[in-house]
């Protein structure tokens, strides 16, 4: 049987380490020449295949590809684009066979988190129908570490290592003006559903740091807050406040919401700091400074977790391990075998159980007054953001990334209009 050729694509928001999982099923692609003869790369994500924009990785250097490692966000393009249903959309599904059998590729790993899990496992159903059978791989990527089964997902560890830094550091400096000055700093945090990323920033409280968090997964009660927040400052001087983008009022309304929407169909956030920075300065008369973390949280390579690297390259090495056993529609997972010291292995898990399935934070990683986590959440969290992968820096003090060619693959077929 001749060797085929292997699609991967990068889909939706990136990571500090989702190159490391690019560079994983590139390097044992290549270690496999009599099974996988070349893989091509989606530009900007699914849509490259759509458009029969391929990219050939065999143009890159074994070193250019060894430093997608240690290199941040999507070295061949991402996207937000979600698939509709084969029944809304046939079409687009359609297309993907037609491109697959036009460049005759026989895997598919696609890179990314839930809508990209359930592309997927739609991909590998419908080339069965369609007699064109191609071995559909989904390999985790999410900084909301919502993926189900998996025990975390490549891209949370780094993002809850520079979360937890910064909100310590930045601390400390409202810590020494508190006297005469700033009482209250504001650090808002990703996280729609899920507050993975703002208990991360809770970790400062082991570090002598007030702090209260507003996690997703408890409805904001301002009255509460607002004393909580009365008496750290009170008790300390001053008080750093973790709002998760998702924390949402009663009635489901997010602190943050802007009234627009992506093009996945979600409410876009972005304001929830300054929304409590001014309910604090109002109700309590308090000096503050807010941020937002946004892409500085998910881009920060220079801060990654040494175990998200580690397993961000395993879980894309394992992909391709796994479709060249003969896998089909499953996801390569992170299985944890205990926290100290920390062990994991590599397991699986069928795409039919983890597309559009979230995973929040458990209520028992919460603490009782909902605004602080509790040692078994602590437990869980200290032992991804351990251990440092810096990158290489060059003679002028920058980091050393890698930009690729990107060199184009011939097309075969007529345009698609998307």
Known sequence: M??????YAQSGGVTSVINASACGVIETARQHP??????????????????????????????????????????????????KSLEDNKREYERLIEIFKAHNIGYFFYNGGGDSADTCFKVSQLSEKMGFPVQAIHIPK???????????????????????????????????MAKTSTKIFVIEVMGRHAGWIAAAGALVEDYGIPVVTLFPE??????????????????????TIVVSE??????????AE???????GHA???????????????????????????????????????????????????????????????????????SSPYKWSIGEAPLSEVANVEKMMPMEYISEDGFGITDGCKEYLYPLIKGESYPPYDDNGMPDYVTLKLAGVER??????L
């Open 268 to 338: 876009q956030l972005g304001g929830a700091a300054p929304v409590v920075a001014n309910m604090i300065k109002d109700a309590l008369g308090y000096k503050f400074h807010w941020a937002v973390a946004d892409y500085l949280q998910r881009a920060a390579r220079h801060l990654a977790s040494g175990s998200d690297v580690e397993q961000a390259y395993a879980l894309g090495k394992a992909g391709v391990e796994k479709a060249l056993e003969g896998k089909n529609s499953i996801m390569p997972t992170v299985v944890r075998e205990s």
């Open 142 to 176: 999410t900084v909301d570490n919502d993926l189900p089964i998996t025990d975390n997902c490549p891209g949370f560890g780094s993002v809850a290592k520079y979360i937890a830094v910064s909100t310590l550091e930045a601390s400390y400096d409202v810590r020494s």
């Open 412 to 417: 075969k077929l007529e345009d698609f209009e």
């Open 246 to 255: 998702g924390a949402h009022w009663p009635d489901g309304t997010f602190l």
């Open 218 to 239: 408890v409805e904001f009660d301002q009255e509460k807050f607002l004393a909580a927040v009365d008496a750290k400052v009170k008790e300390h001087g001053y008080c």
């Open 2 to 7: 001749s060797a085929k050729n292997a699609f």
């Open 34 to 83: 009599d099974k996988i003869a070349n893989v091509y790369a989606g530009r900007n994500g699914i849509i490259g295949a759509l458009t029969e924009e391929l990219i050939d990785t065999s143009q890159e250097s074994d070193e250019a590809i060894a430093a997608l490692k240690h290199t941040p966000s999507g070295a061949f393009g991402s996207c937000r684009f979600k698939l």
């Open 258 to 264: 802007q009234g627009t929407r992506d093009s996945f």
